[in-house]
């Protein structure tokens, strides 16, 4: 979830990218070629945790595949760090040099990618493959373009909450808000009782960003960012000035710990389960840490969540909000032949089993998940919270947006929250960097 570039890798790599055109690429609509089924080494690129549920299911499953395919093996090149694996995947992508498998969110750069003929399409396979309509079609539509084709397969499925101290919040004598507007009020009374609203990785940046994706998606739908990232609408639009305004209120009422910006996951996380924070805004692959006995005894009776609030004036209803499958896995169609095909139709009918025994949810309607033995309540609840979940996403503008523009948003953010810079100077920035670097990337 950690996706930060420096501007001038991604505008280096991305001027690369547009001078290889369509060199290298493959069939994307082959999903099914004909010829013999012969062992070798396959790769995948990937960016997940090395000793987390995906990475150590596929290990299994890749085994149990070689075992009837003598010569098969899956080499996994890792890079959990995200940054550096952008940059890894970029460079690779520019010298026609991807592995069979690689990892990319549904990002400009991997459209442009999918338009060379480079990725296949992974709805096709699935489909070719009977798997298609197992998957839940959150999970699937969190991978699409914008023209709604899919050319990654899912093998998460996350929600995001707000997960809140009830003995905080009585101490400071607030509720759970109802709209995303009473958050500020809520925040200064938190701090008068002397305690710190809320707990933010300022450090990857990507938890800040979300916020200035709340408000828009509530007032406009997921339609805004759709708009905005190719400058056919504005920051300065209700919508976005709206966001601004809202994330300067937050800044003002001191929403987040002193010295945020400086401070990483596990300093968010420390301090919210150490019972410093009453809030922290996190998804469900923290199900472990907070909904099972490994959380702070001296907290964990206090510890709930709420959903993403609504405002009065939502068009969106309490049930979308943050819905992710992660970042997806690519198929290189350059290189897709029987061997791949196979192994992943293998792979992919038994992943979805192993990866729910795990405790994880699945990205699949098929299987069930185990909760773990040392889940507490709120675990089966946020489980169960997955199948009521509405046709309405609220994407992750870090997967939206030009990587340029971006990573300014991402730095005057931080500005607008620590209240060193205003809303109506936020949102002009803003406009001037979507109509100076959205045109290298969208076409209209």
């Given at each position: 979830?950690?996706?930060?570039?420096?501007?001038?890798?991604?505008?280096?790599?991305?001027?690369?990218?547009?001078?290889?055109?369509?060199?290298?690429?493959?069939?994307?609509?082959?999903?099914?070629?004909?010829?013999?089924?012969?062992?070798?080494?396959?790769?995948?690129?990937?960016?997940?945790?090395?000793?987390?549920?995906?990475?150590?299911?596929?290990?299994?499953?890749?085994?149990?595949?070689?075992?009837?395919?003598?010569?098969?093996?899956?080499?996994?090149?890792?890079?959990?760090?995200?940054?550096?694996?952008?940059?890894?995947?970029?460079?690779?992508?520019?010298?026609?040099?991807?592995?069979?498998?690689?990892?990319?969110?549904?990002?400009?750069?991997?459209?442009?990618?999918?338009?060379?003929?480079?990725?296949?399409?992974?709805?096709?396979?699935?489909?070719?493959?009977?798997?298609?309509?197992?998957?839940?079609?959150?999970?699937?539509?969190?991978?699409?373009?914008?023209?709604?084709?899919?050319?990654t397969i899912p093998f998460e499925y996350q929600m995001e909450f707000f997960?809140?101290?009830?003995?905080?919040?009585?101490?400071?004598?607030?509720?759970?808000?109802?709209?995303?507007?009473?958050?500020?009020?809520?925040?200064?009374?938190?701090?008068?009782?002397?305690?710190?609203?809320?707990?933010?990785?300022?450090?990857?940046?990507?938890?800040?960003?979300?916020?200035?994706?709340?408000?828009?998606?509530?007032?406009?739908?997921?339609?805004?960012?759709?708009?905005?990232?190719?400058?056919?609408?504005?920051?300065?639009?209700?919508?976005?000035?709206?966001?601004?305004?809202?994330?300067?209120?937050?800044?003002?009422?001191?929403?987040?710990?002193?010295?945020?910006?400086?401070?990483?996951?596990?300093?968010?996380?420390?301090?919210?389960?150490?019972?410093?924070?009453?809030?922290?805004?996190?998804?469900?692959?923290e199900l472990s840490s907070l909904a099972t006995t490994a959380l702070n005894?001296?907290?964990?009776?206090?510890?709930?969540?709420?959903?993403?609030?609504?405002?009065?004036?939502?068009?969106?209803?309490?049930?979308?909000?943050?819905?992710?499958?992660?970042?997806?896995?690519?198929?290189?169609?350059?290189?897709?032949?029987?061997?791949?095909?196979?192994?992943?139709?293998?792979?992919?009918?038994?992943?979805?089993?192993?990866?729910?025994?795990?405790?994880?949810?699945?990205?699949?309607?098929?299987?069930?998940?185990?909760?773990?033995?040392?889940?507490?309540?709120?675990?089966?609840?946020?489980?169960?919270?997955?199948?009521?979940?509405?046709?309405?996403?609220?994407?992750?503008?870090?997967?939206?947006?030009?990587?340029?523009?971006?990573?300014?948003?991402?730095?005057?953010?931080?500005?607008?929250?620590?209240?060193?810079?205003?809303?109506?100077?936020?949102?002009?920035?803003?406009?001037?960097?979507?109509?100076?670097?959205?045109?290298?990337?969208?076409?209209?």
């Amino acid at each position: 979830m950690k996706k930060i570039l420096s501007a001038a890798v991604a505008l280096a790599t991305a001027f690369v990218l547009a001078g290889c055109g369509g060199g290298g690429g493959g069939n994307a609509s082959e999903v099914n070629p004909g010829g013999p089924v012969k062992a070798r080494q396959i790769s995948w690129l990937l960016s997940r945790p090395a000793d987390g549920a995906v990475i150590t299911v596929m290990k299994q499953l890749a085994g149990e595949y070689a075992t009837s395919h003598p010569g098969f093996s899956l080499n996994l090149i890792t890079t959990p760090d995200r940054p550096s694996y952008i940059q890894k995947y970029e460079t690779l992508a520019a010298a026609n040099k991807l592995p069979e498998l690689f990892d990319t969110d549904a990002t400009p750069y991997a459209q442009k990618l999918a338009k060379q003929g480079r990725m296949l399409d992974a709805g096709a396979l699935l489909k070719s493959l009977g798997l298609y309509d197992t998957y839940r079609a959150s999970a699937l539509d969190y991978q699409r373009f914008d023209d709604g084709t899919l050319y990654t397969i899912p093998f998460e499925y996350q929600m995001e909450f707000f997960w809140y101290n009830k003995a905080l919040f009585k101490q400071a004598g607030v509720t759970v808000p109802t709209s995303l507007d009473q958050i500020p009020a809520m925040c200064t009374a938190l701090r008068k009782a002397g305690v710190t609203p809320i707990a933010l990785d300022g450090q990857d940046q990507w938890p800040l960003e979300r916020y200035v994706a709340y408000q828009p998606f509530r007032v406009a739908g997921p339609g805004y960012i759709q708009k905005l990232k190719k400058g056919d609408a504005r920051f300065s639009d209700p919508a976005g000035q709206k966001a601004a305004d809202w994330l300067s209120a937050m800044g003002s009422a001191k929403c987040f710990q002193s010295g945020f910006s400086a401070q990483g996951y596990s300093d968010a996380q420390n301090l919210f389960t150490s019972g410093k924070a009453a809030m922290y805004n996190i998804g469900t692959w923290e199900l472990s840490s907070l909904a099972t006995t490994a959380l702070n005894p001296a907290v964990r009776s206090d510890v709930d969540y709420f959903t993403l609030p609504t405002t009065a004036d939502s068009v969106t209803t309490a049930n979308e909000s943050v819905t992710s499958s992660g970042i997806g896995m690519a198929v290189n169609a350059k290189t897709f032949d029987p061997l791949v095909r196979d192994f992943l139709k293998f792979a992919l009918t038994r992943y979805p089993a192993a990866y729910a025994a795990t405790g994880a949810l699945s990205p699949t309607t098929n299987v069930r998940t185990t909760i773990p033995a040392n889940a507490t309540p709120l675990y089966k609840k946020a489980v169960a919270q997955a199948n009521d979940v509405g046709p309405k996403l609220a994407m992750p503008w870090d997967t939206q947006l030009d990587p340029t523009t971006n990573t300014r948003l991402q730095q005057e953010l931080v500005l607008l929250a620590q209240g060193n810079t205003t809303p109506g100077s936020f949102t002009g920035t803003m406009d001037s960097a979507i109509a100076q670097n959205a045109p290298r990337f969208f076409t209209k």
